[in-house]
């Protein structure tokens, strides 16, 4: 591996010219810096990070928080970020939570140790005030969750407003016993709090209230949707007639689940997702789903970084980040 003083061997010159021409600096002569650029890239020379880092300039990488990039949302998600950035010559480095407080502070705190310019979070597990610390170090922005203070430069869709786009859908279409999945758990605040509170406040002004019995929390996977199917099944007084899934891929495993057990789709229980995935348009009903524009959100998150890393401003075009209803065979 080449090194800063090949660089300046090959190039007749000193090591601090090299240095000087890497950095940008002034007062080097132009066929001089010609003669630098020309040397690095015959030896395909790169300048080390970690030097760059203690001269104090910037990584030109950007961090990532997920959950898990197993969970198809955030491999979209991150996709178009890492699309977008290496268009404007950033990296990302992609770092999965797994729901862990620990697993995410270590990740904080590479943006503390100048290993990362910012960190974008797709997820939350500490605190406001933990999290807000670290932009001392570097931007932090929320994508796609939020605090309510709004401290934080923050990139969201409306999830309560898919919540109940989707919930208002299912009553309009006559029906009444609502199921519904969440990826936390039912309460007030925490993860999936605004979801929460849309399909609530569709019900409530239906005049309906919540059935604790078709309320499953922590539900994520096909293999979810499939557990979900085999209880409802298997409710033999007053089973729901609809089940807004809060996922396509819970949606997917509950119609492929349910068909085995007997239950029409969307006949004897209509059955809502949430994202739009591909995967919604494979299944045997197509899935009734709402749709995120998950390409947008990926888009303008990575578009704010950088823009707050160069100082300029930005304004968010708030109508693309709109959720839309997408209806095919399963409601």
């Not at 029906?175 to 007030?188: E, S």
């Not at 499939?226 to 891929?249: C, H, L, Q, V």
């Not at 947008?296 to 075009?317: D, F, K």
Request: hydrophobic share 40%; charged share 25%.
């Amino acid at each position: 591996m080449a090194k800063i003083s090949d660089v300046a061997k090959l190039a007749g010159l000193s090591v601090s010219t090299v240095s000087r021409v890497i950095n940008n600096q002034k007062y080097v002569s132009e066929d001089k810096r010609e003669a630098v650029l020309k040397a690095m890239k015959e030896l395909n020379y790169q300048p080390s990070t970690a030097a760059r880092q203690l001269r104090g300039q910037n990584s030109k990488i950007i961090g990532v928080i997920v959950p898990r990039i197993t969970n198809p949302f955030f491999s979209y998600l991150v996709d178009e970020i890492q699309r977008v950035a290496y268009k404007n010559d950033f990296q990302i480095m992609i770092f999965q939570s797994n729901e862990d407080k620990e697993k995410e502070t270590s990740f904080l705190k590479l943006l503390s140790r100048k290993q990362i310019d910012g960190v974008i979070m797709c997820a939350l597990e500490n605190n406001e005030a933990f999290i807000e610390s670290f932009t001392h170090y570097g931007p932090v922005i929320l994508c796609n969750e939020r605090f309510e203070s709004g401290v934080l430069p923050t990139v969201s869709l409306d999830q309560m407003k898919g919540a109940y786009m989707g919930t208002k859908y299912l009553l309009d279409i006559g029906r009444r016993k609502i199921a519904y999945c969440t990826g936390g758990l039912f309460d007030d605040s925490g993860k999936d709090k605004d979801r929460n509170s849309g399909f609530y406040q569709a019900l409530t002004e239906s005049g309906l209230k919540v059935n604790p019995e078709w309320i499953f929390v922590d539900q994520h996977t096909i293999s979810d949707g499939k557990d979900i199917a085999r209880k409802i099944a298997a409710m033999k007084t007053n089973p729901p007639d609809a089940i807004f899934t809060g996922s396509d891929e819970v949606a997917a495993g509950f119609i492929i689940e349910a068909q085995k057990l007997g239950l029409a789709v969307p006949e004897d229980i209509a059955v809502m997702g949430f994202d739009d995935q591909p995967l919604a348009e494979l299944t045997t009903p197509g899935i009734t789903t709402v749709r995120q524009p998950i390409q947008e959100l990926g888009r303008q998150t990575v578009e704010l970084m950088i823009n707050i890393l160069n100082n300029h401003s930005y304004q968010l075009e708030c109508e693309k980040l709109e959720m839309t209803l997408v209806i095919r065979e399963s409601a």
